[in-house]
């Protein structure tokens, strides 16, 4: 075995002081990645799986003088309270064809197909349909959901005033139209979630990342190459990283009954449709180790050329200024396509949104932290202000998912829709409570591991403070305001510039209705500065230990 492969698998095993709540940590924001990765793969696909048993109902490609059937859909009819769907099916010629997914015959003119919902309200339809019972159930191969309430009735025929739809075969290879604006608003919501994902693979990645800087730097002093510094790194962040996979997967499979409860795109799922494939499973064990472990290696690419500034402890080179420029792609992008575009101009400019807060917040970090420490009137201000100078990447990692969070509560903030039964009202509701607590579960992940990986990145410098005898609750407090000021300082200027994109995006426009725009944001920074509080007590007693003499 590679000596530094070996060497690699002795850190995870024994990774020193400080190493083993850096490894937990970073293994449970891991399988965090990796549960969210593997839902988000499985949803698309669980989509495309309901649109295989349901599209043939939306089929309309065939010439009327050739087509062997028509059919007409109303959705406006109703049952003991529940939205029902009505489709009427005419066979207009004969034929031999295989009958629709999830019924056993083609229905006559007369015959009445219910799904299961619907069947056990049938006492009180009986008589609308002047049948006592149904002709037969529809099955779960004809079902876009446990729950869905629909008839399929067999007519002679379908006026033309009704205009009916025209099909070839009652199979017909068609996208549903609802699934189609789901997987629209699916692809949004993953673009959006994207960067606060990516911030917690790099937040995972870098969990003490200045005791891996010291570490792997003496090595390096020690006569290491460059080469073998790197592959160390790699090897040991590739086996948290797959173990972290494992457990994500894991996770995902045991909470699969309760996520298909989730009543998107008329109602809750069939667990077979959310369940994970070989293929996905060998996306999420490649992946999400790969994404971590190029994260651990930019992020030690100054240990790999300047051993020696580490061991010194030389201050990083600042951000430049050339970042702000950013800024104003994203916005301008949105604003130039608006809401009629075609859906990949638009993911692109979220996407340049997105990044561009990323990108800036190191750069907002540091004028913060000059500001502070040029104005400071304490030791307590003074110390937060210089840390977050002296390392504003450092300081803005930890909370850089937290402010990638307001940025999407500011753009989802302006496309609340009303509250009324429209079903894609309904579904818009429901994905987007659904991408905000998958961000606030990303955001959880990431500011918990931020703690601990902050507390031991501080530990050195604590020490030093301690030894020279600052008392250590001024380092602690300290400690604490370096990780409320960017939050404040970053995140509500990002939560605005969210709100200013998605206004971009509908041309100034605000689909909100009443105050559930503003109470989404409110409920943004609260739950931002609750974490962040709650992430400073936790990583207390972490410092505290780290940094005793």
Request: net charge positive; charged share 15%.
């Amino acid at each position: 075995m590679n000596p530094m492969t070996d060497l690699g698998l002795r850190f995870v095993r024994r990774p020193g002081p400080g190493g083993r709540a850096a490894n937990l940590a970073a293994l449970g924001a891991t399988a965090v990645v990796a549960l969210l990765v593997t839902f988000l793969i499985a949803g698309s696909l669980g989509l495309s799986h309901r649109s295989e048993r349901i599209g043939w109902r939306s089929a309309d490609k065939a010439d009327p003088a050739t087509a062997i059937g028509a059919l007409n859909l109303d959705d406006d009819q109703r049952v003991d309270g529940h939205r029902l769907s009505v489709l009427g099916l005419a066979t207009l010629k004969p034929n031999e064809l295989p009958p629709p997914p999830g019924l056993d015959h083609t229905p006559k003119p007369g015959e009445v197909f219910v799904s299961p919902e619907v069947a056990k309200h049938w006492p009180s339809l009986s008589t609308k349909y002047g049948v006592a019972q149904p002709t037969g159930v529809i099955s779960a191969k004809g079902l876009s959901s446990p729950e869905e309430f629909i008839v399929i009735r067999g007519v002679q025929t379908i006026p033309a005033d009704e205009h009916p739809q025209y099909v070839s075969s009652w199979n017909e290879k068609v996208w549903d139209s609802r699934m189609v604006g789901l997987l629209i608003a699916v692809a949004f919501g993953i673009t959006l979630v994207l960067f606060p994902i990516l911030s917690l693979v790099g937040q995972a990645a870098g969990v003490a990342a200045k005791r891996r800087e010291h570490r792997l730097a003496a090595l390096r002093l020690a006569g290491a190459t460059r080469t073998q510094v790197l592959w160390l790194s790699a090897v040991e962040q590739a086996v948290l990283a797959l173990a972290g996979a494992v457990v994500g997967l894991v996770g995902y499979t045991v909470l699969s009954p309760l996520i298909a409860r989730i009543p998107l795109g008329g109602g809750r799922w069939y667990v077979g449709d959310i369940t994970v494939n070989w293929w996905t499973v060998l996306v999420v064990l490649v992946a999400v180790p790969v994404l971590s472990v190029v994260s651990a290696l930019i992020g030690l690419g100054r240990v790999s050329i300047t051993p020696l500034g580490v061991v010194r402890g030389q201050t990083r080179k600042g951000v430049s200024v050339l970042r702000i420029g950013l800024l104003v792609i994203g916005p301008v992008i949105l604003a130039y396509y608006g809401m009629q575009a075609a859906l990949l101009p638009l993911l692109i400019g979220v996407g340049f949104a997105a990044l561009a807060v990323r990108v800036i917040g190191p750069f907002a970090v540091q004028v913060v932290g000059k500001t502070m420490a040029n104005l400071a009137n304490g030791p307590v201000t003074l110390l937060a202000g210089r840390r977050l100078v002296d390392d504003p990447k450092g300081a803005f990692r930890p909370v850089a998912a937290l402010v990638l969070s307001g940025f999407v509560t500011g753009f989802i903030s302006v496309f609340m829709p009303p509250g009324d039964d429209d079903p894609s009202f309904h579904d818009m509701r429901i994905g987007v409570a659904l991408l905000l607590s998958l961000v606030f579960l990303t955001v959880a992940a990431s500011t918990a591991a931020g703690a601990v990986g902050t507390a031991l990145d501080q530990a050195a410098p604590a020490r030093a403070l301690r030894r020279s005898g600052v008392p250590l609750k001024v380092i602690e407090r300290s400690a604490r305001v370096a990780a409320v000021v960017p939050v404040i300082g970053v995140g509500l200027p990002v939560v605005g510039f969210g709100a200013l994109c998605g206004l971009a995006l509908g041309g100034g426009k605000v689909i909100t209705q009443g105050n559930s725009g503003v109470l989404l944001l409110i409920g943004q920074v609260v739950a931002g500065l609750v974490l962040v509080a709650v992430a400073g007590a936790a990583g207390a007693p972490v410092l505290r230990k780290a940094s005793a003499n």
